[in-house]
């Protein structure tokens, strides 16, 4: 009986990794599509894939999280950079030596790459949604953790081994100097398969200025094979491209080589959203979101207000009325008494005061007679 178990279990396995070896021209769409992606890669069928919609109302603000510190991004060298289409995406190599901190670990980076939608005037194509909605774009910044792993191949299939910067983008009507570095080369890379050298660049150019204000959670890589290793850092700040540069990201290349007969355009390379099952979202601020308060909320919110204010007025009468009491003994002071001097310690003391207050208040004189024993 267990013979029979342990033959079947062979079995299984052996055709899964049979499975995984021979499927490695996985798409978006068509026949080993989103949907057949567990099918070979068993990881796309795990509980913590990526991406993922953001709902802000139910992410939990964290005040440890420190701003995102990007290390050596703007000391680029002389190297050249080099861009490879893929078939998947357009991915440029990143040097060693720059890396990330401010995350639990320290991450070295490895590559960036791009995920876009087909249309102009439709804004799908980033991987992640926040509230539902999807951005134009996205670009992943992959680094892997040099504190507990060697190198990237061991780091993406272990757990806490690659931390992704994920910067969503929109379309705007200025060009992107920064993202021009990239886009500019995109026709010496029309097909899967080609390589370009381009001239090195500062990759903080890419980031959007605040660094401080972002989402993190534990996820996947989002393309096969899908590996549970990723911690996602989504930027809450968005950056734009012009129009014509979304263009050319969404026309330019090809998901197919140069020799095949008929060329399909690389577009709409994102995944869709996945369930976010047992997993929590930390935000690193408290964000701005209309969804936060129910109706029973805002009552108590509106009558917690109104109360404070009533109590406010309540008082603010009492210390008006108190400074009237006072200040009507100031204005009428030749009808009081003379003060008695005690003593001519006291008397000196009193003199001494006064000075103090004229000087301290030389336009006023008058205000700054103490009235000590009234
Ligand atoms: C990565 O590191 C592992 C463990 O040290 C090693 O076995 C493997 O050969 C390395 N791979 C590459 C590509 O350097
Ligand atoms: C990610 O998972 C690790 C455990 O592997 C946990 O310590 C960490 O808090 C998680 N991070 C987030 C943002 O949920």
């Known amino acids: 009986m267990d013979l029979v178990w342990i033959t079947v279990a062979c079995f299984v396995f052996y055709k899964c990794v049979e499975c995984s070896g021979t499927a490695k021209e996985w798409t978006y769409a068509g026949t080993v599509g989103q949907p057949e992606w567990a099918v070979f890669f068993p990881d796309c069928g795990g509980s913590s894939q990526s991406p993922i919609n953001v709902d802000t109302s139910q992410a939990r603000y964290d005040p440890t999280l420190i701003p995102v510190l990007p290390l050596g991004y703007n000391h680029y060298g002389k190297r050249q950079f080099t861009l490879y289409n893929n078939g998947h995406t357009v991915q440029m190599t990143l040097p060693h030596w720059m890396s990330v901190a401010g995350l639990p670990w320290h991450y070295s980076a490895v590559q960036l790459h791009l995920h876009w939608g087909s ?42 081994g690659l931390a992704v910067l994920a910067i969503l983008i929109e379309a705007g009507e200025e060009i992107n100097q920064g993202y021009g570095r990239i886009l500019n080369y995109l026709g010496h890379i029309r097909y899967a398969g080609q390589k370009v050298t381009i001239p090195a660049f500062d990759i903080e150019l890419l980031l959007p200025d605040n660094l401080s204000q972002y989402f993190l959670y534990n996820g996947s890589l989002t393309t096969p094979p899908c590996h549970q290793s990723v911690l996602w850092t989504i930027f809450n700040e968005r950056v734009k491209i012009s129009h014509s540069q979304l263009l050319k990201l969404q026309t330019v290349l090809y998901s197919s080589k140069q020799e095949e007969a008929e ?107 103490p009235q000590p024993e009234t």
């Not at 005037?121 to 909605?133: D, L, M």
């Not at 996205?138 to 892997?144: A, K, R, S, T």
């Not at 935000?283 to 109360?307: D, H, M, N, R």
């Not at 009491?325 to 008397?347: G, K, N």
């Open 119 to 160: 249309e102009v005037g439709v804004t799908t194509g980033s991987e992640h949604t926040i509230n539902g909605q999807s951005t134009a774009a996205e670009l992943h910044i992959v680094h892997y953790n040099t504190e507990i792993y060697a190198n990237m191949s061991e780091a993406m299939t272990q757990e806490n």
């Open 263 to 369: 060329p399909m355009a690389l577009q709409d390379n994102y995944r869709s959203t996945q369930q976010l099952n047992h997993r929590t979202v930390l935000s690193s601020f408290i964000p701005v979101s209309v969804k936060i308060y129910t109706t029973g909320e805002i009552a108590a919110i509106v009558i917690g207000s109104l109360c404070g204010c009533i109590g406010l007025a309540v008082i603010i009468c009492f210390i008006v009325k108190t400074i009237r009491l006072t200040s009507s003994w100031d204005v009428l002071p030749s009808i009081r008494p003379a003060p008695q001097p005690r003593s001519q310690d006291m008397a000196k003391e009193r003199k001494d005061d006064m000075a103090l207050k004229v000087t301290s208040n030389p336009t006023k004189p008058e205000e700054a007679a």
